[in-house]
T-cell receptor, first 112, second 115 residues
Framework: GDSVTQMEGPVTLSEEAFLTINCTYT??????LFWYVQYPGEGLQLLLK?????DKGSNKGFEATYRKETTSFHLEKGSVQVSDSAVYFC???????????FGKGTKLSVKP | DTGVSQDPRHKITKRGQNVTFRCDPI?????LYWYRQTLGQGPEFLTY????????KSRLLSDRFSAERPKGSFSTLEIQRTEQGDSAMYLC?????????????FGPGTRLTVT
Protein backbone atom coordinates (compact mmCIF):
# COMPACT_ATOMS: atom_id res chain seq x y z
CA GLY A 1 0.00 0.00 0.00
CA ASP A 2 0.88 3.67 -0.07
CA SER A 3 3.44 4.82 2.46
CA VAL A 4 5.71 7.71 3.46
CA THR A 5 9.21 7.47 4.90
CA GLN A 6 10.85 10.41 6.65
CA MET A 7 14.34 10.81 8.01
CA GLU A 8 14.48 10.03 11.68
CA GLY A 9 14.99 12.80 14.17
CA PRO A 10 15.56 14.59 16.26
CA VAL A 11 17.37 17.17 14.22
CA THR A 12 19.18 19.89 16.15
CA LEU A 13 20.46 22.98 14.34
CA SER A 14 21.83 26.37 15.25
CA GLU A 15 19.87 29.45 14.26
CA GLU A 16 20.47 30.48 10.61
CA ALA A 17 21.62 26.99 9.61
CA PHE A 18 20.35 25.26 6.46
CA LEU A 19 17.62 22.66 6.94
CA THR A 20 16.84 19.56 4.93
CA ILE A 21 14.33 16.92 6.04
CA ASN A 22 14.16 13.99 3.67
CA CYS A 23 10.86 12.42 2.62
CA THR A 24 10.26 9.61 0.15
CA TYR A 25 7.02 7.96 -0.75
CA THR A 26 5.52 4.84 -2.30
CA UNK A 27 2.22 5.24 -4.08
CA UNK A 28 0.17 4.03 -6.98
CA UNK A 29 -0.98 6.80 -9.24
CA UNK A 30 -0.03 10.43 -8.76
CA UNK A 31 -0.71 11.57 -5.23
CA UNK A 32 -0.63 15.11 -3.92
CA LEU A 33 2.16 15.70 -1.40
CA PHE A 34 2.12 17.82 1.73
CA TRP A 35 4.24 19.01 4.60
CA TYR A 36 2.48 19.68 7.88
CA VAL A 37 3.98 21.22 11.03
CA GLN A 38 2.94 20.52 14.61
CA TYR A 39 3.93 22.84 17.44
CA PRO A 40 3.89 21.47 21.01
CA GLY A 41 0.39 20.80 22.28
CA GLU A 42 -1.26 21.81 19.02
CA GLY A 43 -2.83 20.20 15.98
CA LEU A 44 -1.26 20.02 12.54
CA GLN A 45 -0.90 23.07 10.33
CA LEU A 46 -0.53 22.80 6.58
CA LEU A 47 2.91 24.19 5.67
CA LEU A 48 3.03 23.61 1.91
CA LYS A 49 1.79 21.32 -0.82
CA UNK A 50 2.46 20.14 -4.38
CA UNK A 51 -0.08 18.44 -6.57
CA UNK A 52 1.93 17.19 -9.55
CA UNK A 53 5.44 16.27 -10.62
CA UNK A 54 8.00 19.11 -10.64
CA ASP A 55 5.67 21.41 -8.67
CA LYS A 56 7.43 23.39 -5.95
CA GLY A 57 5.49 24.21 -2.82
CA SER A 58 6.69 27.10 -0.68
CA ASN A 59 5.63 28.97 2.43
CA LYS A 60 7.36 30.96 5.21
CA GLY A 61 10.78 30.33 3.65
CA PHE A 62 10.25 26.56 3.42
CA GLU A 63 10.31 24.81 0.05
CA ALA A 64 9.79 21.30 -1.30
CA THR A 65 9.79 20.00 -4.86
CA TYR A 66 7.72 17.03 -6.03
CA ARG A 67 10.23 14.67 -7.67
CA LYS A 68 8.47 11.80 -9.41
CA GLU A 69 11.66 10.19 -10.68
CA THR A 70 13.07 9.81 -7.16
CA THR A 71 9.66 9.64 -5.42
CA SER A 72 10.80 12.34 -3.05
CA PHE A 73 9.50 15.56 -1.48
CA HIS A 74 12.34 16.88 0.67
CA LEU A 75 11.71 19.92 2.87
CA GLU A 76 14.31 22.70 2.84
CA LYS A 77 14.82 26.08 4.45
CA GLY A 78 17.83 28.30 3.93
CA SER A 79 18.03 29.84 7.39
CA VAL A 80 16.11 28.38 10.32
CA GLN A 81 14.91 30.34 13.34
CA VAL A 82 14.24 29.26 16.91
CA SER A 83 10.53 29.64 16.17
CA ASP A 84 10.79 26.85 13.56
CA SER A 85 11.27 24.30 16.35
CA ALA A 86 8.43 21.80 15.88
CA VAL A 87 7.64 18.37 14.48
CA TYR A 88 7.37 18.18 10.70
CA PHE A 89 5.24 15.57 8.93
CA CYS A 90 5.38 14.58 5.29
CA UNK A 91 2.09 13.24 3.93
CA UNK A 92 0.57 12.01 0.71
CA UNK A 93 -3.03 12.26 -0.33
CA UNK A 94 -5.10 10.59 -2.94
CA UNK A 95 -6.02 7.29 -1.33
CA UNK A 96 -9.38 5.79 -2.16
CA UNK A 97 -10.86 7.49 0.88
CA UNK A 98 -9.13 10.80 0.24
CA UNK A 99 -7.35 10.42 3.55
CA UNK A 100 -3.78 11.51 4.17
CA UNK A 101 -1.00 9.02 4.83
CA PHE A 102 1.66 10.44 7.11
CA GLY A 103 5.28 9.74 7.86
CA LYS A 104 6.35 9.35 11.47
CA GLY A 105 7.45 12.93 11.79
CA THR A 106 10.80 14.62 12.31
CA LYS A 107 11.38 16.73 15.39
CA LEU A 108 13.41 19.87 14.74
CA SER A 109 15.07 21.84 17.53
CA VAL A 110 16.75 25.14 16.67
CA LYS A 111 19.16 26.58 19.24
CA PRO A 112 19.93 30.31 19.47
CA ASP B 1 -11.69 32.98 10.03
CA THR B 2 -13.13 30.06 11.99
CA GLY B 3 -10.98 26.96 11.75
CA VAL B 4 -11.68 23.43 12.89
CA SER B 5 -12.52 23.21 16.58
CA GLN B 6 -12.53 20.21 18.91
CA ASP B 7 -13.92 19.70 22.37
CA PRO B 8 -12.72 18.81 24.90
CA ARG B 9 -9.00 19.49 24.48
CA HIS B 10 -8.10 17.02 27.19
CA LYS B 11 -9.96 14.06 28.67
CA ILE B 12 -8.86 11.77 31.48
CA THR B 13 -11.02 8.74 32.07
CA LYS B 14 -10.89 5.44 33.87
CA ARG B 15 -10.63 2.20 31.96
CA GLY B 16 -14.06 0.87 31.06
CA GLN B 17 -15.76 4.25 30.87
CA ASN B 18 -17.29 5.71 27.70
CA VAL B 19 -16.07 8.99 26.24
CA THR B 20 -17.36 11.24 23.46
CA PHE B 21 -15.48 13.89 21.51
CA ARG B 22 -16.87 16.60 19.31
CA CYS B 23 -15.49 18.20 16.14
CA ASP B 24 -16.80 21.31 14.39
CA PRO B 25 -15.36 21.56 10.87
CA ILE B 26 -14.86 24.64 8.74
CA UNK B 27 -18.40 25.57 7.78
CA UNK B 28 -18.23 25.17 4.00
CA UNK B 29 -16.28 21.89 4.14
CA UNK B 30 -18.30 18.79 3.39
CA UNK B 31 -15.63 16.19 4.16
CA LEU B 32 -14.68 15.42 7.74
CA TYR B 33 -11.95 13.02 8.86
CA TRP B 34 -10.93 11.49 12.17
CA TYR B 35 -7.33 10.47 12.85
CA ARG B 36 -5.54 9.04 15.86
CA GLN B 37 -1.99 10.03 16.79
CA THR B 38 0.10 8.20 19.35
CA LEU B 39 3.34 9.51 20.84
CA GLY B 40 6.14 9.74 18.33
CA GLN B 41 3.98 8.71 15.38
CA GLY B 42 2.17 10.43 12.56
CA PRO B 43 -1.62 10.57 12.50
CA GLU B 44 -3.42 7.42 11.36
CA PHE B 45 -6.73 7.52 9.53
CA LEU B 46 -9.80 6.25 11.40
CA THR B 47 -12.87 7.24 9.40
CA TYR B 48 -14.38 9.92 7.20
CA UNK B 49 -17.69 11.49 6.27
CA UNK B 50 -18.91 13.21 3.18
CA UNK B 51 -21.77 15.33 4.38
CA UNK B 52 -23.67 13.06 6.79
CA UNK B 53 -22.61 9.78 5.17
CA UNK B 54 -19.82 7.77 6.78
CA UNK B 55 -18.03 6.43 3.71
CA UNK B 56 -15.05 4.56 5.05
CA LYS B 57 -13.67 3.09 8.25
CA SER B 58 -10.12 1.99 8.89
CA ARG B 59 -9.44 -1.44 10.35
CA LEU B 60 -8.05 0.54 13.33
CA LEU B 61 -11.62 1.47 14.20
CA SER B 62 -12.75 -1.39 16.43
CA ASP B 63 -16.42 -1.97 17.18
CA ARG B 64 -15.99 -0.02 20.43
CA PHE B 65 -15.62 3.13 18.32
CA SER B 66 -18.52 4.87 16.65
CA ALA B 67 -18.72 8.15 14.80
CA GLU B 68 -21.63 10.23 13.64
CA ARG B 69 -22.16 13.41 11.69
CA PRO B 70 -25.81 14.31 11.97
CA LYS B 71 -27.02 16.81 9.37
CA GLY B 72 -23.55 16.95 7.86
CA SER B 73 -22.28 19.56 10.29
CA PHE B 74 -20.41 18.70 13.51
CA SER B 75 -19.23 15.17 14.21
CA THR B 76 -18.88 13.07 17.34
CA LEU B 77 -16.52 10.19 18.03
CA GLU B 78 -17.50 7.86 20.87
CA ILE B 79 -15.30 5.23 22.44
CA GLN B 80 -17.08 2.66 24.58
CA ARG B 81 -15.42 0.63 27.34
CA THR B 82 -12.15 2.51 27.01
CA GLU B 83 -8.86 0.64 27.27
CA GLN B 84 -5.41 1.95 28.14
CA GLY B 85 -4.39 1.40 24.52
CA ASP B 86 -6.94 4.02 23.48
CA SER B 87 -4.77 6.74 25.06
CA ALA B 88 -3.81 9.01 22.18
CA MET B 89 -4.47 12.36 20.51
CA TYR B 90 -7.65 12.26 18.43
CA LEU B 91 -7.51 14.71 15.54
CA CYS B 92 -10.31 15.94 13.35
CA UNK B 93 -9.77 17.46 9.91
CA UNK B 94 -12.04 18.88 7.25
CA UNK B 95 -11.76 19.56 3.54
CA UNK B 96 -13.72 20.34 0.44
CA UNK B 97 -14.63 17.27 -1.57
CA UNK B 98 -14.23 19.10 -4.85
CA UNK B 99 -10.91 18.81 -6.62
CA UNK B 100 -8.13 16.35 -6.05
CA UNK B 101 -5.69 18.13 -3.81
CA UNK B 102 -7.04 16.53 -0.61
CA UNK B 103 -5.93 19.59 1.35
CA UNK B 104 -7.11 19.02 4.89
CA UNK B 105 -7.29 21.44 7.80
CA PHE B 106 -6.82 20.07 11.29
CA GLY B 107 -8.26 20.97 14.64
CA PRO B 108 -6.17 21.21 17.82
CA GLY B 109 -7.01 17.64 18.84
CA THR B 110 -8.43 15.96 21.93
CA ARG B 111 -5.84 14.26 24.11
CA LEU B 112 -7.30 11.17 25.78
CA THR B 113 -5.65 9.55 28.78
CA VAL B 114 -7.11 6.28 30.02
CA THR B 115 -6.00 5.36 33.55
Amino acid sequence: GDSVTQMEGPVTLSEEAFLTINCTYTATGYPSLFWYVQYPGEGLQLLLKATKADDKGSNKGFEATYRKETTSFHLEKGSVQVSDSAVYFCALGGGSQGNLIFGKGTKLSVKP
Amino acid sequence: DTGVSQDPRHKITKRGQNVTFRCDPISEHNRLYWYRQTLGQGPEFLTYFQNEAQLEKSRLLSDRFSAERPKGSFSTLEIQRTEQGDSAMYLCASSLAAGTTYEQYFGPGTRLTVT
